[in-house]
């Protein structure tokens, strides 16, 4: 018997990293899933996306634990793509209990050289796409009079990052979001909260462009040459949080021992947030 025997969780950016390790941490506490990712590249992210066989993957991973998974691929910054990924998970598994609002995407530059582009598929993505989201899901879960919704946003979102302010503005935004919802339907046993991790050890981290971001002194850097400068970055000394770590956070947070839990922000950060107000 699993926490979650019997719900039903639908999740955005679910092919790899927080995604799918969300999807399978609510699946072994018996949650059915739906997935849906964009699995496609976009022009102004620098690093390779996750493809259609990594969302495959994240269902076969979740029904090998004897569950059932919808997984359908979609854009969250569109709305028609999304309210069909909604429509068919509550067609084919009956309802939407948890929601993970969690695509999201990372890109980097001086302030002054992000560029239209860059900054729109940014905040689309990660912050008008959770917008989507929540919107596309919330009608449901207030005609049921329950739910449980988590955001992803990021350290990022609770100070200033050089060189990420689209990425950070986002972020930003999407705690904003969170706080004015909660308030919303805090009477209609629905819980709001985000998630703020610091850096996570998945493919958004581990690539070529990110390992130049942290160390431009080096032509090429591989892992080995980041991982001091980030460990330094931390008050526990590691390099990079676990993504189970932010996985068990998210169970938490969905779970009925959170059910006064609304409304805020949760930072999973090796103690960062120790250093600020």
């Known amino acids: ?17 927080q995604g799918r390790s969300h999807a399978l941490a609510l699946a072994r506490e018996g949650a059915d899933i739906a997935v849906c990712d964009i699995a496609a590249q976009l022009e102004t992210v620098p690093y390779p996306l996750a493809g259609m066989d990594d969302l495959e993957e ?12 919808v997984a359908v691929q979609a854009d969250v910054r569109s709305t028609e793509q999304l309210e069909a990924s909604v429509a068919r ?12 609002a969690n695509a999201g ?10 560029t239209d582009q860059m900054w729109d598929e940014m905040v689309d993505t990660d912050l008008t796409g959770v917008f989507k989201t929540m919107r596309a899901v919330v009608p449901h879960m207030v005609e049921r009079g329950y739910g449980r919704i ?18 950070v503005a986002a972020k930003w935004g999407v705690i904003g979001l969170v706080k004015t919802l909660a308030l919303e339907v805090a009477a209609k046993g629905i819980t709001v909260n985000a998630i703020c991790p610091a850096t996570v050890d998945t493919a958004m981290v581990h690539n070529d462009a990110l390992y130049g ?20 970055m931390n008050p526990v000394p590691e390099p990079w949080t676990p993504v189970e770590e932010i996985s068990a956070a998210v169970l938490y947070l969905v779970s009925e021992g959170a059910r006064m839990v609304t409304g805020t922000t949760l930072d999973v950060c090796m103690g960062a947030s120790a250093r600020m107000p």
Not at 89 to 100: P, V
Not at 106 to 114: D, L, S
Not at 213 to 232: C, G, M, Q, S
């Open 1 to 17: 018997m699993g926490n979650l025997d019997g719900q039903v969780a639908f999740i955005t950016g679910g092919a790899r990293g």
């Open 58 to 69: 994240t269902a076969r991973q979740v029904e090998a634990l004897g569950r059932r998974c």
């Open 89 to 100: 998970a509550l067609e084919e598994l009956g309802r939407i209990d948890i929601l993970l």
């Open 105 to 114: 995407v990372c890109g980097f530059g001086a302030f002054w050289e992000i």
């Open 150 to 167: 988590v955001a992803t946003s990021s350290m990022g979102g609770r100070m200033g990052n050089p060189n990420l302010a689209h990425y």
């Open 213 to 232: 971001l942290f160390a431009p002194d080096i032509e090429h850097p591989t892992k080995a040459d980041v991982e001091p400068r980030y460990t330094a």
